[in-house]
């Protein structure tokens, strides 16, 4: 078999202990990799020799994925709105403390989301000072709608703006 067994673990006294329902076979140890070896020789009797992965349960630890997940959400939050604001991936990497190659790989990864909007839509705007900001505006310096194109091989980045290409603060 190539599939990988997922099974939730939890803290009993000195030992973690588990059950994969699937096969009912138990496994425990006293410590993670104890208890994977344990799953493993309860599968192996059974006949199945597959990969275990094991995710440790408690509340606290439920908290931790929690705030991992919310800090990643962030992460990502700032560094498209940076992009937006046609920082540099250095200044966008320097002023979120994410590397460079993370920053490509947000940026990337929001441009081709599902469920994205398209690229025409996105890159509406009628604020020159910040294009991903409040759309519903108009451009500070005409008053009026305008589009800002997009700048190639930089998803969610807009070009300077076609009306107003020498105003301070374009972006």
């Known amino acids: 078999m190539s599939e990988i067994i997922e099974c939730q673990v939890t803290r009993r006294g000195r030992v973690w202990v588990t059950h994969v329902p699937e096969y009912d076979v138990y496994g425990d140890g006293r410590t993670l990799r104890l208890l994977r070896t344990s799953v493993e020789r309860g599968l192996a009797?059974?006949?199945?020799?597959?990969?275990?992965?094991?995710?440790?349960?408690?509340?606290?630890?439920?908290?931790?994925?929690?705030?991992?997940?919310?800090?990643?959400?962030a992460e990502e939050t700032a560094v498209?709105?940076?992009?937006?604001?046609?920082?540099?991936?250095?200044?966008?990497?320097?002023?979120?403390?994410?590397?460079?190659?993370?920053v490509k790989q947000l940026l990337a990864r929001s441009a081709t989301a599902p469920?994205?909007?398209p690229?025409?839509?996105?890159?509406?705007?009628?604020?020159?000072?910040?294009?991903a900001e409040d759309p519903k505006t108009s451009c500070s310096l005409?008053?009026?709608?305008?589009?800002?194109?997009?700048?190639p091989g930089r998803p969610g980045v807009c070009g300077p703006c076609?009306?107003?290409p020498d105003a301070p603060g374009d972006h």
Do not use: F, M, N, Y
């Open 115 to 117: 469920g994205a909007q």
């Open 80 to 102: 498209k709105a940076l992009a937006a604001r046609r920082a540099s991936l250095r200044d966008i990497a320097d002023a979120t403390g994410v590397p460079v190659r993370r």
């Open 45 to 73: 009797w059974v006949g199945v020799t597959t990969k275990v992965r094991i995710t440790p349960v408690t509340p606290e630890l439920e908290r931790l994925r929690a705030a991992a997940a919310a800090h990643a959400a």
């Open 162 to 164: 076609p009306k107003h």
């Open 142 to 151: 005409s008053g009026q709608r305008h589009v800002h194109p997009a700048v």
């Open 119 to 131: 690229a025409e839509a996105s890159e509406e705007c009628t604020c020159v000072l910040a294009c």
